[in-house]
């Protein structure tokens, strides 16, 4: 019978603990609050205080970026991606560090190495992208990134690339020549015959 | 309006008694609408703003007038029900369609008879019953046929599950309910609920009001559990075991969207104003102010009644959003072995008091 | 025609449903209420992560773990990046496993804040959730920083980790444990101690711990019922043995031993511990490089590994056969959640509908883990 009484008497202070700390949180929504409202207050915005400077972060995960001009073809990243979303397709130049205008490529990357290969297609699939940024290892000219955070130098933040089509996720970061131009470009320029 | 007056205001056009009163119904049922689909519109746009407050985060916003909705998303419920209004409208195939298509109004009719006898002001009633208490309670039965039908109708497992547990759950927790407004009855010596509430008039020892809830021990404890039935009637949680959101889908009104859907909503929000007019009137004064003698006249009746009636809604919503839900059985034995015999008790010490104490 | 039995209605707790934690399919057996026979159908999540990993280099089955169990998928990299360097015998450096320790404890208070938020809801409770999820963004907000991702990291490598710890991360790590821990009594207050929660779960859905032990059942579910195993203590790997740690074992708090509320109860202890864990941690972490060990190429010897550790759900193995070429000929994963799946016929037979969904709340299971 007391267990009755006992039963009773828990439930009604047991509810009255839970009901006075949701009425805490309630009045206390100003300080508590934890919504960003998107798309008027957008991250990373400087008022918002997580705690740390996304400049700041080791690494981000973002969208895929190529410096072409930067890359030497050596096919590194398309090895290290475990979903294959990487294709790269490379023309051996046919002199060794100097610019061919027409197709857009330049002889040397901005750190000095003097490129051998013409990169006829870079493509990425970012659909396909898991992001988990085993591809930006690798790369001996560091000229895939993910654009943001510690990169914003080279690359500002993106993370709103959605689009309405599936094949317009799968970017072209080179000029994708057309079979005449790389036919072009294997025959010998008329200035190396001797 | 209250359909006498206007009765009596038709008598002086001329002498039409059928169609002065199929006039005076319809033109008195109109604003009842009006307060029904109001107060629809501001519940839910309170319920949504304070669960969110509870959880830490905002609840819908907008920028300002026009933009997305509203400042302070004032606007938003209004852009929910122009969705549910051009929403299309389906009807299972293998359901029963005429049982389908008349069970939400089944429904809405309960709620809304159950408007008429609530007490807004002095004189804003639409029908001041003899039997007024008596007649809320009756109507509000009205109900549980929709639910009934709702969840046998939709041929789906899940809603005759929530429709079967609802009907069990409404039909138990009315005797409680019952019980506990006897008490009001008792010591007012009436049925009529503009006599309960005048009976509540004056003062004790010169400050406290003289509401029942006041008056002695026994009717105290009588309004938390009418109250708590109230919820349970309403199926609100922690009783909401009927339309459990994370077991059944969503229970009896699984099959049903749009329109029909809003029409649920509406008369489940209707009753949340009933059960608590109810509460309101027969325990807390009604339309009397807290402080007696003063602002007791006119418009500020109107006042006082819904800012009571606003704060008993408020803690409806309060409960639902702090606490976990209540197993079936465990439904059934809080009405049956705790409630009642609270209850009977309760009646059985008024009897002593007024008694003792005349 | 068969014989229809009058009274059995088979009911399908189908593969979308608000509280089924993944795409699960029970078919249930009930007369009104009462079920009496439970069949759970798998294979709505299975992305064929075994036989992913037989085509991709050792370091590219890393980000495919992570995606296995995705609530706790610090602790699915590091058991299989403990079984790799069992099989390549490759000692790394002290910071490496300080902050492996770090990260997987970091990782197990995320994934126990879930599962209770998400039991909760379960049972009808919707705003301890948020109140959980709200802390857990903070630990997220601490995983970004360091490794850029929230969810799936790839953080763990064979041989080190991705990338050291930021400069202030100590001081960032010791703040949130300030914060956080007086917050577990505020769900206690809330949730825990509720007397419609105690009632709900309370006595419900008992696993004896015989039962347990014959299903396999392993971690915060084997101990909820009374037995005294964890990994971490028993055959303990990393650096596990320096830290003073308990385990705590259900005691029947508010009902029979080995019920709902025990297992809900095991799990906000544990994480009690886990922040003992990552206060000693901190304090003693050594500094170092930590890409000293990486290897150059990963060619394992040929031969085998089994390797267990203790993740968030229980007992995770890792059976790794090697060839002796860059690309492993066998991976495969034990899932502890799939074992906390198999006890659920017998354990709810007898039960209600409610009840059942209360159980499998109290398993904690993830859909991704069990079908891989």
């Known amino acids: 019978m007391s267990r009755y009484f006992q039963n009773i008497y828990d439930t009604l202070s047991t509810l009255l603990t839970g009901m006075s700390i949701t009425w805490k949180h309630m009045v206390n929504i100003k300080r508590d609050n934890v919504t960003l409202q998107y798309p008027e207050e957008r991250w990373p915005r400087p008022e918002r205080n997580i705690g740390f400077e996304h400049e700041n972060y080791n690494v981000i995960r973002s969208r895929l970026h190529v410096d072409i001009d930067d890359c030497i073809g050596c096919l590194k990243c398309e090895r290290a991606c475990p979903v294959d979303c990487i294709k790269i397709d490379t023309i051996k130049a046919p002199t060794r560090g100097e610019d061919i205008p027409d197709v857009k490529h330049t002889g040397e990357t901005s750190n000095g190495t003097k490129k051998a290969l013409v990169v006829s297609r870079f493509t990425i699939d970012m659909s396909e992208c898991c992001y988990c940024n085993l591809c930006a290892y690798p790369c001996p000219e560091e000229c895939i990134f993910m654009v943001g955070g510690p990169n914003s130098s080279k690359h500002p933040i993106d993370y709103e690339f959605s689009e309405f089509d599936r094949t317009d996720l799968i970017y072209q970061f080179a000029k994708k020549l057309s079979t005449e131009e790389k036919e072009n470009l294997q025959k010998p320029l008329p200035e190396a015959k001797a | ?358 | 025609m068969g014989v229809v039995q009058g009274d059995q209605m088979i009911l399908n707790i189908g593969p979308q449903h608000p509280s089924t934690h993944g795409v699960l399919r029970l078919e249930v057996m009930t007369d009104g209420e009462i079920v009496s026979q439970i069949r759970p159908h798998l294979g709505y999540l299975h992305r064929c992560f075994e036989k992913h990993s037989e085509n991709v280099t050792y370091e590219q089955v890393i980000p495919f773990t992570d995606r296995c169990d995705y609530l706790a998928s610090m602790n699915s990299n590091f058991g299989y990046v403990v079984a790799m360097e069992e099989l390549m015998e490759i000692k790394v450096p002290e910071r490496v496993e300080y902050i492996r320790v770090i990260m997987g404890e970091l990782n197990r208070i995320g994934s126990h804040l879930l599962a209770l938020g998400v039991y909760g809801l379960d049972i009808g409770a919707f705003t301890p959730f948020l109140y959980m999820l709200r802390d857990r963004e903070r630990i997220l907000d601490m995983f970004e920083y360091t490794c850029g991702a929230r969810l799936l990291y790839n953080y763990m490598w064979i041989g080190g980790v991705s990338h050291d710890l930021p400069k202030d991360f100590e001081t960032i790590c010791t703040d949130f444990l300030d914060y956080f821990e007086p917050q577990i009594k505020e769900y206690n207050n809330l949730l825990s101690f509720n007397k419609i929660f105690v009632e709900r779960t309370a006595d419900v859905g008992v696993i004896p711990a015989d039962v347990a032990v014959s299903y396999g059942v392993t971690g915060p579910n084997l101990r909820a019922s009374g037995v005294k195993w964890d990994v971490r203590k028993d055959e303990p790997y990393s650096i596990y043995e320096k830290f003073d740690f308990d385990i705590p074992t259900g005691t029947g708090k508010f009902g029979t031993l080995g019920d709902c509320y025990d297992r809900y109860w095991v799990r906000m202890l544990e994480i009690k511990e886990s922040i003992k864990i990552l206060r000693q941690a901190l304090k003693e972490i050594p500094s170092g490089d930590v890409h000293q060990a990486l290897p150059k190429k990963i060619r394992p010897p040929k031969g085998s590994v089994y390797r267990r550790t203790e993740s968030p759900r229980g007992d995770l193995g890792y059976y790794i056969v090697s060839d002796g070429t860059p690309v492993p000929f066998r991976v495969k994963m034990r899932s502890p959640a799939f074992t906390a799946l198999s006890c659920l016929d017998e354990v709810s037979r007898g039960w209600m509908i409610s009840d059942v969904i209360a159980i499998l709340g109290s398993l904690d299971i993830v859909l991704g883990e069990i079908d891989r």
């Open chain 2, 1 to 358: 309006m209250t359909v006498d007056t206007l009765i009596n205001w038709f008598v002086t056009l001329g002498d039409f008694p059928v169609l002065s009163f199929l006039l005076a119904v319809v033109i008195s049922g109109i604003p009842l609408f009006l307060v029904m689909a109001l107060n629809a519109m501001i519940a839910v746009y309170v319920e949504r703003k304070v669960s969110a407050f509870m959880m830490d985060r905002v609840g819908p916003m907008g920028q300002g007038p026009g933009l997305h909705a509203g400042k302070w998303g004032v606007l938003q419920t209004a852009a929910d029900a122009i969705k549910l209004l051009v929403k299309e409208d389906t009807v299972p195939e293998t359901s029963d369609k005429f049982l389908f298509k008349m069970a939400p109004y089944i429904i809405f009719i309960g709620a809304f008879l159950g408007l008429a006898a609530v007490p807004f002001s002095s004189t804003l009633q639409v029908v001041d019953f003899n039997v007024g208490v008596f007649y809320i309670i009756a109507v509000g039965s009205i109900g549980i046929v929709g639910i009934v039908m709702a969840g046998w109708a939709s041929n789906n497992k899940w809603s005759l599950y929530g429709a079967m547990r609802s009907a069990a759950q409404i039909i138990s927790y009315e005797i409680p309910a019952g019980l506990s407004i006897i008490i009001p009855i008792m010591m007012a010596g009436t049925l009529n609920i503009q006599e309960l509430i005048a009976f509540q008039s004056g003062s004790v020892w010169g400050i406290l009001p003289n509401w029942i809830i006041f008056n002695n021990p026994f009717s105290f404890v009588a309004f938390f559990t009418f109250f708590i039935s109230a919820v349970a009637e309403t199926n609100r949680t922690p009783f909401d075991i009927p339309e459990a959101e994370s077991e059944l889908v969503a229970g009896w009104m699984t099959e049903y969207s749009g329109f029909r859907w809003a029409v649920f909503f509406l008369s489940e929000y209707a009753n949340m104003l009933v059960v608590s007019g109810l509460a309101v009137a027969g325990f807390l004064g009604g339309w009397q102010s807290p402080i007696p003698g003063l602002f007791n006249t006119g418009l500020w009746g109107l006042f006082w009644f819904m800012s009571k009636l606003g704060f008993l809604i408020f803690v409806m919503m309060w409960f639902r959003w702090t606490f976990p839900r209540l197993r079936v059985d465990q439904l059934m034995h809080v009405c049956w072995k705790v409630l009642i015999p609270i209850t009977m008790f309760n009646i059985f010490g008024v009897g002593i008091w007024k008694l003792i104490f005349g």
